[in-house]
């Protein structure tokens, strides 16, 4: 018996163990743990594994391409389980991705606050995510990064009966090989190269002589398209018609191997690849071309299927060829700061605070813009030097002010500069302005004295030489000229002939010399306005990247409308440009009335309804139009002088409670003012309306009769009775637009009678009218035989971009006149 309980016993032993080694080899086996009496598993998916390298940079997002949606399931005999925590971990390829809850919780981004208040949130990237007390389904976000490579997943969950981790493994290939090539693309900046050599040392700022440039391949998705094994899959070169100075690419291979040529092979690791343009010695524009293959992502066995692209790289030569004024501009008229003294405390007349005076100086900017001979900007940084001149003023002829602008004394349209050389000639001038005028184009009789031609004085070149003027010649040029200009400044430093000038820079060497055809201009001491080669820290007037470079004029308000010419010059004076014009005044000016008295009062009654506490002079801002009236005697010659004056919009001198109630105008010389003129004569138009009225009803009878023949023609419709209309109801019409004739023919002859007891003309003198000295333009309005009830308007307004005012209507009004402005108006 005890040997029988002794072999039971160690059954029953070994029973047991195996039990337990059946229990212990549910350990993780291709994902899961068995408890004693149950299978526990954990299962992770995602709904994309394989991503593009994402070389922009894009955030998350379930809606784009390089997100994956990542899927844990914890399982239990077959159905979902309650696990107290499951987490995912990248545990390989950290640098390809990472992970995102993406579940709006705020613990799971990171929000900023910009200056306007508003609130930006982007979530947080993670290398594990863990979530607790989990239903046994969790859900989390993989994002690829600009780094190709293999990422691995891992979802680790804890069986709540036995306390043990089960994990489960997911791998992500993050590819920089797309599918097949669909478009290439190049990422360029557009800024010039310059060629490597630049013997003219045209400027002493860095010149780029090389341009890195970035290409990207890209699938018919628009997902990077990679190189694949040890095959190049981009073959980039520069087309034939590019300088041919030498200019070449380089880049390296897939094996690291360096690239150099006009054409050269390389690889695209997450779909860009790098290279760089090398610029020669040569100018000009080069086109380079990148092609991938569509049929096999490979140029290193030829081109099947070419996908090719174009980008186009300007090589400078860093030389300014041509310089160009950007104005003059109204607008760029103005008083800085430096122009106006403080005076604390004191008045301008009753309680108006003048806490500033000006100083009377004016402040204008003056604008060029440089390029190359291909439009190219030059190198930011490349100095220009401006010049100016605005004496002598011709005395004899355009005197400034009393005539316009003025024009200087010493200019001519015939000179001859020696291309290569330093003496510029003239022929004599042709008419004697004195009787001892020696005719010397540089020696010129200038009223009380002779403008002369000395050292120091500049030479202004305005205008190209003309090769041949003739366009019927054959092989004629335009007669604008060529390339080979003769234009900006030159110092004067001898005068060894009356027809002859030498100066401090040779002038351009030029093909040919065409003859005395370019204009000139001699400018000498005093002048009356400046301009800056420096700006305010001392350092001199450079380009910036867009090839403009600005400086500063100044010039004192009682010259305001003088003639200037600024000179802009680069290379040692081989380019250069001119521009003449005329000093300006303050924009949004105004066209004013100083004489006759009664106008005057007439224009004070207009501006004490707009405001009745300033003078019309220290208003600001003028309406657009501004209307004044004059009553004359009907039927008489009226001659009424009135003389006119062109302000510019002036600087404020006086405030109160911070608005300006004193402004100082500065008249403005020189200035063209238009003058159109409309009589109204209600006579006449009455007159004219009748006459409109009549050849309408006589249309309207005339119509119907022909369209109606005979009806009121008198028919014996009934052999025993009267003779009657042959349609009534038609000649009843009939007789209706006679009888409406009859009334337009005898309105039409009153009207006319009346309108011709009057025969209103209207006319100003001079036909053209222009401001002069101070500003004034004094002319003579004439009207003769104005009907009582007529008017005439004179309107007024300056004329050009140059100088902006208000329309000045000037009305000559009848005693019964009813027409605007004639209106009287009740003085307050």
Known sequence: MRSRVDGLRGWLELLLLATVLVGWSGVSQGGGFNGPQSTVSVEITADKTTLPVNIFGVGPSTSNAYTATVYVTVRRNGGISASPSVSIAVVQGLSSGALYYLDGDPEHETCTTDSAGVE???????????????????????????????????ATAQDPSTGRTISDDLTINVSAVGSAPSSVKFVMDPSPVYIRDNPLGTTPVTQNTVKSFDVLVLDDGGFAVGAGAGNNNLRVEMLQNRPNGGEWLSTVDVQGNPQEGIRVLTGTVGGVASLTLHSGTLPGTVLISATADRADNNVDNGIQRGITNYAMVSIGTGEIKSLTFTGPFA???????????????????????????????????????????????????????????????????????????????????????????????????????TASD????????????????????????????????????????????????????????????NNTLTVNTPFNQVSQNVGANVWYT?????????????????????????????????????????????????????????????????????????????????????????????????????????????????????????????????????????????????PVPG?????????NDPAEAA??????????????????????????????????????????EKCTKQKELATALDEAKIAAAETRALANLHAPTASIAPETLASVGGGYARAILNVNDLPTDG????FFSTVGPDVSSQALQISICGPQSSTLPCVPVETP
Not at 136 to 148: C, E, I, Q, Y
Not at 389 to 416: C, E, K, V, W
Not at 465 to 489: D, F, K, M, Q
Request: charged residues 15%; hydrophobic residues 40%; proline residues 9%.
């Open 522 to 666: 001699v400018g000498c001491p005093p002048h009356k306005g400046t301009i800056m080669n420096f700006d305010t820290t001392e350092t001199v007037v450079l380009t910036d990247q867009f090839g403009a470079a600005s400086t500063i004029m100044s010039y004192p308000a009682n010259q305001v409308g003088r003639r200037f010419m600024v000179a802009a010059e680069s290379d040692g004076g081989k380019a250069g440009a001119v521009m003449t014009h005329w000093y300006l005044g303050m924009p949004n000016g105004i066209l004013t009335i100083t004489q006759p008295a009664s106008l005057v009062a007439a224009l004070g009654e207009f501006f004490f309804a707009i405001n009745p506490d300033l003078l019309p002079i220290n208003i600001p801002n003028w309406p657009a139009r501004v209307q004044v009236t004059q009553t004359v005697n009907p039927g008489t010659a009226v001659s009424l002088p009135v003389t006119l004056q062109v302000l510019d919009g002036g600087v404020c001198k006086a405030q109160l409670e911070g608005e300006c109630v004193q402004l100082s105008r500065t």
């Open 120 to 154: 930006t949130c982007v979530p947080n990237a993670y290398r594990t995510v863990v979530f607790e007390d989990t239903p046994g389904d969790v859900s989390a976000h993989f994002l690829s990064s600009g780094t190709p490579g293999t990422v691995v997943l891992r």
């Open 331 to 433: 607008d760029a008229v103005f008083v800085g700061a430096n122009n106006l003294i403080a005076i604390p405390g004191a008045t301008c007349g009753g309680t108006a605070l003048c806490d500033t005076v000006w100083n009377g100086l004016y402040n204008r900017t003056i604008s060029v813009i440089a390029s190359d001979p291909y439009g190219n900007p030059p190198p930011a940084g490349t100095p220009i030097t401006f010049r100016l001149i605005d004496s002598p003023l011709d005395m004899l002829q355009n005197r400034y002010p009393d005539q316009g602008h003025g024009q200087f004394a010493i200019t001519g349209t015939t000179g001859d500069p020696q291309e290569g050389g330093s003496e510029f000639f003239a022929p004599n001038r042709k008419t004697k302005r």
């Open 438 to 497: 020696t005719l010397s184009p540089f020696v010129v009789p200038n009223g009380v004295s002779l403008a002369v031609a000395n050292p120091l004085c500049l030479l202004m070149l305005q205008d190209p030489e003309v090769i041949n003027p003739n366009p019927s010649t054959i092989n004629a040029l335009p007669s604008e000229g060529r390339l080979e200009y003769h234009v900006g400044s030159r110092i004067i430093i001898g005068r060894p002939g």
């Open 671 to 679: 200035v063209p003012i238009a003058v159109d003129i409309v009589i």
């Open 687 to 728: 007159a004219v309306a009748a006459e409109e009225a009549l050849a309408q009803a006589q249309a309207a009878y005339d119509a119907f009769v022909g369209a109606n023949p005979g009806v009121c023609d008198l028919v014996l419709k009934d052999p025993e009775g009267e003779p009657e209309e042959r349609d009534p």
């Open 791 to 794: 008017s005439v308007d004179f």
